[in-house]
């Protein structure tokens, strides 16, 4: 089969490889090119047709990124040529398939390739590996599918006998004409305040069903001239600076975030931008957030609001309690019902977050499903990387490695160097089996959940997909991202259980 760009890869699979890493977007392309680097030997299986992960799967209209283009890259591959100062989805796929192609991944990658289980052997000290393609070994397994790469659903009753259209914001159907038709959108995340400007503009009558209203701040976006790209080119430094100021800036933002009260001030920026795109005062008061800005995520968008204010559009804030064949069904706070006439149903619900579905594909040496583990002890890791119980397993963008405010890809090259002198650290000790130790694990989630006690992103009055079903935050970093960087620049032995074998302990000093 031929990847996007015209690189032939083969659907075959090896015996045996060293590691297996899960997934070709940001996280899985960094560890490929990274493990590539320091000599050790991988097998990058994608579920997917091409690479770039949530950038190869969304591509819904309006698709953006809201992190600025210069920090939203690799450190070590720079683009000059970024069009827009938030970058729109097709750049950014385009340059994940310039990543994967110039730094010689795509031979290592088999697309289409789907894992469907992988058991941690104690005889052999491998991972077991069961994909759609047939089965192979390997030393280590690498979890990179990212935490927004399984769509949400919520489960409504009637839906099944819905007669209409329906689909997910990241499974859009661009074969399906909106023009002309009654369109329903449900959620109001990240993904809805992009689609839904379009989909009013396509659609006879458009119907938002808002559960709750986010904060929108405005977009300060704009393009770049052909001199800056120019400059980039010629000047690599120039385009450094830019994406140092930008971090700096973005860091800055993590004081309001761990201060709620700090937050006032943005969200007066963000009242003055509803008030001044929205006019009706009854719409105006559905669409006024209720909790403290940053408590959700915060969501940047010029024509979100103009769009729910046209003459098309209804946003509805009761609650939908069922799905009729060419409907939805609503009822206020009384009781009282109504039936809203839709011809198709677009999902804005975001992603299964916090019960990733990756985990129920995963078991360790006892049998156990990572997925039970998580379900009655919630989701953990140490340095959210390595998780006890499941040796010689690395989860990149794992519990509480998210970010509420700035680029998730210093997170991603923060995880795979600190998993290549990791990997260094217990080669050089004799090692081959590597685990975190469980009461280091405990004792490290523990300081996180008390870190994050008091930011907003717990203490901001709102129910977001930040938490888990126990209200406990398993998502996000609780502060700066230099702390992270930092503590991620140094291995310590003595937080893991290293062996030869599956049954020969390795000494390793405190």
Same mark, same amino acid.
């Given at each position: 089969?031929?990847?996007?760009?015209?690189?032939?890869?083969?659907?075959?699979?090896?015996?045996?490889?060293?590691?297996?890493?899960?997934?070709?977007?940001?996280?899985?392309?960094?560890?490929?090119?990274?493990?590539?680097?320091?000599?050790?030997?991988?097998?990058?299986?994608?579920?997917?047709?091409?690479?770039?992960?949530?950038?190869?799967?969304?591509?819904?209209?309006?698709?953006?990124?809201?992190? +600025?283009?210069?920090?939203?890259?690799? *450190?070590?591959?720079?683009? $000059?040529?970024?069009?827009?100062?938030?970058?729109?989805?097709?750049?950014?796929?385009?340059?994940?398939?310039?990543?994967?192609?110039?730094?010689?991944?795509?031979?290592?990658?088999?697309?289409?390739?789907?894992?469907?289980?992988?058991?941690?052997?104690?005889?052999?000290?491998?991972?077991?590996?069961?994909? *759609?393609?047939?089965?192979?070994?390997?030393?280590?397994?690498?979890?990179?599918?990212?935490?927004?790469?399984?769509?949400?659903?919520?489960?409504?009753?009637?839906?099944?006998?819905?007669?209409? @259209?329906?689909?997910?914001?990241?499974?859009?159907?661009?074969?399906? !004409?909106?023009?002309?038709?009654?369109?329903?959108?449900?959620?109001?995340?990240?993904?809805?305040?992009?689609?839904?400007?379009?989909?009013?503009?396509?659609?006879?009558?458009?119907?938002?069903?808002?559960?709750?209203? +986010?904060?929108?701040?405005?977009?300060?976006?704009?393009?770049?001239?052909?001199?800056?790209?120019?400059?980039?080119?010629?000047?690599?430094?120039?385009?450094?600076?830019?994406?140092?100021?930008?971090?700096?800036?973005?860091?800055?933002?993590?004081?309001?975030?761990?201060?709620?009260?700090?937050?006032?001030?943005?969200?007066?920026?963000?009242?003055?931008?509803?008030?001044?795109?929205?006019?009706? $005062?009854?719409?105006?008061?559905?669409?006024?957030?209720?909790?403290?800005?940053?408590?959700?995520?915060?969501?940047?968008?010029?024509?979100?609001?103009?769009?729910?204010?046209?003459?098309?559009?209804?946003?509805?804030?009761?609650?939908?309690?069922?799905?009729? +064949?060419?409907?939805?069904?609503?009822?206020?706070?009384?009781?009282?019902?109504?039936?809203? $006439?839709?011809?198709?149903?677009?999902?804005?619900? =975001?992603?299964?977050?916090?019960?990733?579905?990756?985990?129920?594909?995963?078991?360790?040496?006892?049998?156990?499903?990572? *997925?039970?583990?998580?379900?009655?002890?919630?989701?953990?890791?140490?340095?959210?990387?390595?998780?006890? %119980?499941?040796?010689?397993?690395?989860?990149?963008?794992? $519990?509480?490695?998210?970010? %509420?405010?700035?680029?998730?890809?210093?997170?991603?090259?923060?995880?795979?160097?600190?998993?290549?002198?990791?990997?260094?650290?217990?080669?050089?000790?004799? =090692?081959?089996?590597?685990?975190?130790?469980?009461?280091?694990?405990?004792?490290?989630?523990?300081?996180?959940?008390?870190?994050?006690?008091?930011?907003?992103?717990?203490?901001?009055?709102?129910?977001?997909?930040?938490? !888990?079903?126990? %209200?406990?935050?398993?998502?996000?970093?609780?502060?700066?991202?230099?702390?992270?960087?930092?503590?991620?620049?140094?291995?310590?032995?003595? @937080?893991?259980?290293?062996?030869?074998?599956?049954?020969?302990?390795?000494?390793?000093?405190?």
């Amino acid at each position: 089969m031929a990847a996007a760009g015209g690189t032939e890869m083969s659907s075959e699979l090896p015996q045996h490889v060293e590691n297996v890493i899960v997934g070709a977007g940001f996280a899985g392309l960094c560890a490929a090119i990274k493990l590539g680097e320091a000599g050790r030997e991988y097998l990058v299986i994608e579920r997917g047709g091409d690479v770039g992960g949530t950038w190869r799967d969304n591509s819904y209209p309006g698709c953006a990124c809201d992190v +600025p283009s210069h920090l939203y890259s690799f *450190s070590f591959a720079p683009n $000059p040529d970024w069009r827009h100062s938030f970058s729109r989805q097709p750049q950014i796929l385009a340059y994940l398939r310039g990543v994967a192609r110039d730094h010689g991944v795509l031979p290592h990658v088999r697309l289409q390739t789907t894992l469907t289980a992988a058991r941690w052997d104690e005889a052999t000290s491998t991972w077991a590996v069961e994909t *759609s393609r047939g089965s192979l070994t390997a030393d280590r397994l690498v979890l990179a599918t990212g935490p927004l790469s399984e769509p949400s659903i919520p489960a409504i009753p009637g839906l099944a006998g819905f007669k209409g @259209e329906t689909f997910h914001s990241a499974t859009w159907n661009h074969d399906h !004409d909106l023009t002309g038709e009654r369109v329903a959108v449900i959620g109001t995340g990240a993904s809805a305040i992009q689609f839904v400007p379009h989909v009013q503009q396509a659609a006879s009558r458009m119907t938002l069903f808002q559960r709750t209203a +986010p904060w929108v701040l405005p977009r300060r976006d704009r393009r770049y001239g052909g001199w800056e790209r120019r400059l980039n080119r010629v000047l690599p430094v120039v385009q450094r600076c830019l994406r140092g100021l930008i971090y700096s800036a973005r860091e800055l933002m993590v004081i309001g975030f761990v201060r709620p009260q700090l937050m006032r001030r943005a969200e007066r920026v963000a009242l003055r931008h509803l008030i001044g795109q929205v006019t009706d $005062p009854e719409l105006r008061q559905k669409l006024t957030p209720s909790f403290r800005l940053g408590c959700k995520r915060v969501l940047m968008s010029n024509t979100y609001y103009p769009a729910l204010a046209a003459d098309n559009a209804d946003v509805v804030t009761d609650g939908i309690v069922e799905v009729k +064949p060419h409907g939805i069904v609503t009822a206020d706070s009384f009781g009282n019902r109504t039936e809203h $006439p839709v011809d198709t149903i677009i999902f804005g619900t =975001g992603f299964r977050v916090t019960d990733p579905p990756v985990a129920e594909l995963i078991s360790g040496p006892d049998g156990r499903r990572l *997925s039970d583990v998580w379900h009655d002890e919630g989701m953990t890791a140490l340095h959210g990387l390595a998780i006890a %119980g499941l040796p010689n397993l690395f989860m990149l963008v794992g $519990p509480n490695t998210g970010l %509420g405010h700035t680029s998730i890809v210093l997170m991603i090259e923060a995880q795979v160097r600190y998993l290549i002198r990791l990997l260094e650290k217990v080669d050089a000790s004799g =090692g081959r089996v590597v685990g975190a130790k469980r009461t280091v694990q405990a004792a490290y989630n523990a300081d996180l959940q008390q870190r994050l006690a008091g930011t907003v992103w717990n203490a901001g009055g709102c129910q977001s997909w930040y938490l !888990d079903r126990q %209200g406990r935050n398993t998502t996000l970093w609780p502060t700066f991202t230099f702390s992270y960087l930092k503590e991620m620049r140094s291995v310590h032995l003595s @937080e893991y259980d290293v062996t030869r074998t599956a049954d020969e302990p390795t000494a390793v000093p405190a």
